[in-house]
Each structure stands twice: as structure tokens, then as C-alpha cells.
């Protein structure tokens, strides 16, 4: 066959490559942080900035949260 044993075992316990979590330069609206989220998990930044936006009409921290991540997750470089 094409593949020795060796290269079978790595592509077998290669763990899969994710997006780290950063804020994208591009497509943001504010400051990212909806659009970092949504490319992370491989959602609709809309999608997102919706959900966030009815969530602020809920009782709850969610601004403070926007507030903790536009300061914690970085820039994308």
C-alpha cells in the first residue's frame, strides 16, 4: 500500500488543528469579539452579533462580559 505504518499510527492520533480565539482585524464590527466567536466555532458572525445583542435584552452580564473579552482575547496578527 502508500502508507507505512508509521504514518498510519501519526494520522490516527493526530489531534485535530482548531482556530485559537482571537479578535480578526477584518469584519468586525467593534471590536471583534462576536466575529472572533463565530470564526472559532465555524458559526455566522451574524448569527452571533444577534444572539448577543437579544441576550443583552435578558437580565445578566453579558455587556461586562464583551467588555472582559475585547480586553483578555487578542488581536489576530
Known amino acids: 500500500m502508500g502508507c507505512r505504518a508509521?504514518?498510519?499510527v501519526v494520522m490516527?492520533?493526530?489531534a485535530p488543528t482548531r482556530a485559537?480565539?482571537?479578535r480578526p482585524r477584518e469584519g468586525r464590527m467593534v471590536a471583534g469579539v462576536?466575529?472572533?466567536?463565530a470564526n472559532r466555532f465555524g458559526w455566522s458572525?451574524?448569527?452571533v452579533r444577534i444572539v448577543f445583542v437579544v441576550?443583552?435584552?435578558l437580565p445578566g452580564p453579558q455587556?461586562?462580559?464583551y467588555l472582559a473579552m475585547w480586553?483578555?482575547?487578542p488581536k489576530e496578527r
Open 6 to 8: 508509521e504514518e498510519m
Open 12 to 14: 490516527a492520533y493526530a
Open 20 to 22: 485559537r480565539l482571537t
Open 34 to 37: 462576536c466575529a472572533g466567536i
Open 45 to 47: 458572525p451574524t448569527t
Open 55 to 57: 441576550s443583552c435584552l
Open 63 to 65: 455587556f461586562l462580559l
Open 71 to 73: 480586553i483578555i482575547v
